[in-house]
Every structure is written in C-alpha cells, then in structure tokens.
C-alpha cells in the first residue's frame, strides 16, 4: 500500500501543478486581453478627440471662407449696380436725343406736308388747264384731219394700211439685199477657208476601197465537189441554207459557187463555212451545223480584233468592250455600197486633220467620228433613226455628253452643243460624198433625179430644171419677166430648203438659179 501511496503522491502533484499552471496561463492572458482592450480604448478616444479638433478646425475655415466669398459678392453686386446705373444714365440720354431728333423730323414732315398740299392745289389747276387745252387740240386734229380726208379722198386706216405695205415692201428688199451681201462676204471668205482646210484633209487620206456586193463567190477545186456540196436528194445545201441564212446558187457557172444574200454578214459566214467544210472533206448536215455554228464565233472575234485594229490606228483607246463590239460589227454592213467600219475610219481621220487645223480637241473629234454610225448595227432591230440609237448605246457605255452629241446630231436631229460635233457632222458628209465611196441601184437612181427635177419646176417662176452631175447639183431657169434679182434669190434658199426636208441623198447637193435677160431685134 504505501509503494502504491509512494507512486501516486508524484502523479497528484504534477496534476495539481499542471492546474495552477493553466490557472496562472488564464490569468495572465485575461490581463493581457484586459490591456489591450484599455489600450484600443484609449486610441479610440484619442481618434475622436483629433477628429473634433480637426471639425473645429474645418468648420472655423468654412465660416471665414463663407464670410470672404459673401463680402466678394457683396462687392461684385454693387459693382455691377453701379455699371447698370450707368448704363440706364446712358440710354436715358439716348432716348431723349432721339426724342430731340423725332421731334424735329415730325416738325419738318409737317412742313412739306404743307408745301405738297400746295403743290397739289398748283397742279390740279395746271391739269384742269391742260385738259383744257388737250381737247381743244384734239378738236384741231379731228377738223384737220377730216379735211385731209376730204382732200385725200381715203380714210385715216386706210392711208395707213397703204403706209405700211409699201414700208413692209421696201423692208423686205432691203432685208434680202442685206443677207445676200452679208450671205456673199461670208461664203467669200468662208469658202476659201474651208476649201483649204478640207483640201489639206482629204489630201492626206489614201485608201484602198472595194466595193460592197450582195453575192460573194466560192471557187471549187473542180466540178465534181458541187454533188457533195448538193448532197443526197439536195439535203446538204437544205441544212447549209437553214444554217446560214443565204442562198446558194450552183449553176453552169464552171468550179464556182454562188453565195446569194442581202446580209454581208451571212454571206461571209456562209462562205467560209462553205470552204472549211470543202477543206475538211465531211459534208453532210450535222457535220453543216457544227461548222457554222464555229464559224460565227470565229466571226465575232475577228469583228472585235477589226474594231480594235481600227481604233489603234486612229490614235484612240479606253472603249467599252460593248462599244468594240458594235464598232466591230459595221465591217460587216454597207451604207450605199460604202463599207461603214472603214467609213468610220476614213471619218474620223478627216475629223482629226480639220480639228489640228482648226485648233479643236483632236481626241474628241476623233472620237465622234469614229462612233458616229454605231446605230446602224441595231437599226434593224429597234425603232428609232440609227443617230439617236448611236447616242443611246454611247451614253449607256459610259461616253462623254460631248461624244453623244457629236452622234446625234451628225444628221442635224439635234443642235450641236460645242464645234466639235459640227465637224463630225463634216467629217463623215466628207467621206461619204466623195466620188465613187458610195452607190445606188439604177431605179433609186433615176427616182431621185427625177424628184429633184420636179421639186425646182414645182416653184413659182420656173420654166425649166435640170439634174446635173450625177444629181449632186440642180440648175434651174427662171422667167425673168416674173422673178426680180431679189425674189431669184430667195427662191434659191427656198429651194435648197425644200430640198433638206423631202429627199434622203448622199453628200450635198448645189442649187444654181439662172436669171437671164435677152433682147432680140432684127436688122432689116
């Protein structure tokens, strides 16, 4: 018992050490925590004495701020007082100056308000007596009028009416005599000019021309290959005509072909199907369609490389692909035998050569030329004169006013809007009335002469007319008993007029009025 009483004495002292260390532990941490939380009073306290120190302090501020900013405005509004003062003295002074002033202008409108009403009364009494007077002249002019009535033995309206028919007369000769000197000097000087610079133009132009037909030719290396072009119970030249368009005519005609057709486009589409299919050996009907079908392709593309031949050798460039291709389409289509893709050219060169002359726009003018007939190739196809087609289809592709202009009114449908169209208009009756560019059939031919002769006999006065130099100038014989100098020249206008509005002819045509005088006797 007392080992295990010796054993337990040690264990129940370090158990009562170990408590009043934990005890000793707590006390001294509740202190510690105790201190703290006196410190951390302590510095709240401090805290809120420093923030009612610097309250104090800021508030004091504010009120001696307040106090400055409200002398400040105290001051500035007495200020501004004092300038409103001023500025009321001031106005006030205005004001009674323009008082002063009003008064003195209503004073002086008063004044001529007087003076007007005398005059008034002046001129009522001046009136009074001019209408007096005016009636009593009036009287006068009627007495002695009537008494020139009496003595004339013809009224007032009746004097006058003769008065100004004989003055109209004498207006009119003197007018025409005017414009017929006036008309003279200009063509004087204007001819001579014109002469020159149209000479220097047309002289620098040389081209080859061939003539336009509508048959074309298509040699045969013998007899023989015109059964193949036939065909069996004549089907191969069935399919080549409903493929092309054209007649083919095989006759006697030795190693030849005939290609018959209005269109020269198909008729060169059908001639070198026709050769190609010759060439190739196979002839018969798919094989017709194949080859024409190719042909026309290769049709299209050797009209664009025309066109663009021609406008690089013209000088010209930036064309809308549409327009190369219309431009590439005239060479296939004629105006009187005359070839229009090369009419275009020659146009637009001549245009060129009188604008350097002249000292216009070269590009403009060449540019007009060349263009000026594009409407011919949908002419056919739309409504409308192939001028104003042409503008359309340039103003469409993106060409200028002034290029527009120049295609419509090279047939004078429209005004010329700068001198360049003028000289388009030129350029292209130029190289169209040239002898030998352009022809007509035989019928037209004598249709028109015969036309031109009974439009001159039509007129007053005329005793004969005659169609002279292949109808490019008309010589008419007036009576001179019945037409005086003046009247024989009027008539020549009226006739050149007449001439413009009711035939269509190539170039220009020379009106000449003959006005003779003979006197006969007999010597006996």
């Known amino acids: 018992m007392s080992a295990i009483f010796t054993n337990i004495i040690p264990i129940l002292i370090g158990v009562i050490g170990l408590l009043v260390g934990a005890v000793l532990y707590a006390l001294i941490q509740g202190k510690r925590e105790s201190s703290k939380r006196l410190e951390q009073e302590e510095h709240r306290r401090q805290l809120l004495k420093n923030a009612e120190r610097d309250a ?78 005016e009636y009593a002249c009036e009287k006068i002019i009627q007495e002695h009028r009537q008494a020139l009535e009496r003595v004339a033995g013809m009224t007032v309206e009746v004097a006058k009416h003769q008065l100004l028919s004989e003055i109209e007369g004498e207006a009119k000769l003197e007018a025409t005599m005017l414009s017929k000197r006036v008309i003279e000097e200009a063509r004087e000087t204007a001819e001579r000019e014109a002469k020159e610079i149209v000479t220097r133009s047309i002289q620098r132009i040389t081209r080859d021309y061939v003539n336009e037909a509508t048959i074309s030719v298509v040699p045969l290396a013998n007899d023989g290959m015109k059964g193949r072009i036939i065909g069996r119970e004549g089907r191969n030249i069935r399919a080549l005509e409903a493929a092309t368009g054209v007649d ?44 024409v ?51 275009a050219r020659e146009a637009a060169y001549i245009c060129g050569i009188m604008a350097s002359e002249l000292g216009l726009n070269i590009k403009l003018s060449k540019r007009g030329a060349l263009l000026h007939d594009i409407g011919k190739v949908v002419s ?129 045509i020379r009106v000449t009025v003959i006005r003779e005088s003979r006197y006969i006797e007999y010597a006996k």
């Open 56 to 133: 104090e302090r800021i508030l004091k501020e504010s009120k001696i701020e307040a106090k400055d900013l409200l002398f400040q405005a105290k001051a500035e509004l007495e200020r501004k007082e004092k300038e409103k003062r001023a500025e009321l003295n001031g106005l006030e002074k205005k004001l009674f100056q323009r008082e002063e002033t009003l008064d003195r202008k209503f004073s002086q409108i008063d004044q001529r308000e007087e003076e007007s009403r005398g005059r008034e009364k002046m001129l009522s009494k001046r009136e009074e007596g001019l209408v007096a007077k």
């Open 248 to 291: 083919f005519i095989i006759d006697e005609t030795p190693e030849a072909v005939i290609v018959s057709g209005f269109d020269p486009l198909r008729r060169e589409v059908a001639k070198v199907s026709l050769e190609r299919l010759m060439q190739d050996g196979r002839i018969h009907p798919t094989r017709i369609e194949e080859v």
């Open 293 to 343: 079908e190719k042909v026309k392709k290769d049709m299209d593309k050797l009209m664009r490389e025309e066109a663009e031949k021609v406008i690089f050798e013209v000088g010209l460039s930036d064309f809308h692909p549409e327009i190369v291709k219309l431009l590439g389409r005239l060479k296939f289509r004629t105006s009187y035998g005359q070839n229009n893709l090369y009419h």
């Open 380 to 508: 056919h196809e739309e409504e409308g004169t192939h001028a104003m087609l042409g503008a359309e289809m340039a103003k469409r592709y993106g060409e200028s006013e002034k290029v527009v202009n120049a295609i419509a009114a090279h047939h004078e449908q429209v005004e010329p809007i700068c001198p360049e169209s003028v000289l388009v208009a030129s350029a292209e009756a130029l190289s169209a009335a040239r002898p030998g560019a352009r022809r007509e059939t035989l019928e037209a031919y004598v249709k028109r002469l015969k036309k031109l002769e009974s439009l001159a006999t039509e007129c007053k006065g005329v005793e004969k007319a005659y169609a002279i130099q292949a109808g490019r100038e008309i010589r008419v014989i007036v009576r001179q008993s019945e037409l005086n100098d003046s009247e024989t020249f009027s008539l020549s206008r009226e006739l050149a007029k007449k001439i413009e509005q009711e035939l269509t002819y190539p170039g220009q």
